[in-house]
C-alpha cells in the first residue's frame, strides 16, 4: 500500500549541520521502518517529508564533487562569515545562504515511483513550473541536473541547483533555488564544477524581491500537484 500523505516543515533558518543531523534522524528511521517491514505480514507504512528552511553561509561539496572547486582557504571563509562541508549527497559544490529557498524531500519513492531520474526530472518540473509561475522562462542543461535560465545559449545561468542521495529508495537532501540570494557568493566557487557558466536569482531576473513566504507556498503546492502529495503540514519533527 503506498502512502501519498507527506509531512510539510519549514525549519527556517537553520545551521547546515544541524539540518544535517535531522535529515539523518528522519533517513536512517524511514529506512530502520523499510528493513523492519520484510519480516511483518502488515507492514507499517513508511512516512513522506518535505522539509523547505534557509541556511547561513555555507559551502557544501557532494561525493563526485573536486575541493579545488572551492576557491577560499580556511581564512578566506572565515572572512566571508561561511562553513564548508564535504556531504553525502550527489553532484559538485554549491551555495546555500540567507535568501535561497532550500529543500530537502525525505520521501519513500516505492510511495510514489522508484525512478531515480523520473524523481529528479519531477523536482526540476516543479522549479520550472514555479518560475513560470513569475513570469521567468526556465529549463534544464543537458547533462546536467538543476534549473537554468537561457538554458541553450551563451548566456546560460543556473538558478536552482540539486543534489540527492537515495538508498532503499529513500531520498534526502534535495535542491536550492536563489531566491534573494547574495550572488557574490558564488565568486568563491566554481559552481557545480562548471567553470563557464553565470549563476542568477529570481531577484536579479524580476528586477524586484519576491516574497519568499509565497515563492515556497507556490513551489509546495506544484510540487504536490507533480507527486499527487497530500500535504499535512507540521510544526516540527
Known sequence: ??????????????????????????????????????????????????????????????????????????????????????????GDITYHGPGQLVGYPILDLENFFTDIHLYLRTLEEAIIITLKDYGIESGRYTGYTGVWIESDSPNARKICAMGVRCSRWVTMHGFALNVLSDLNYFKNIVPCGIDDKAVTSMEKELGFKPNMDEVATQLKKNLAQLFEMNIIEKYDV
Open 1 to 90: 500500500m503506498k502512502n501519498k500523505e507527506v509531512q510539510f516543515i519549514n525549519w527556517g533558518l537553520i545551521d547546515y549541520q544541524d539540518a544535517w543531523d535531522k535529515q539523518e534522524d528522519i533517513f536512517k528511521s524511514t529506512v530502520a521502518i523499510k528493513t523492519a517491514n520484510r519480516d511483518l505480514e502488515n507492514p507499517e507504512l513508511t512516512p513522506n517529508y518535505l522539509i523547505f528552511c534557509e541556511h547561513p553561509h555555507v559551502y557544501t561539496l557532494g561525493k563526485s564533487g573536486q575541493q579545488d572547486n572551492l576557491l577560499l582557504d580556511e581564512e578566506g571563509l572565515k572572512e566571508k562569515n561561511a562553513s564548508f562541508y564535504k556531504i553525502n549527497r550527489g
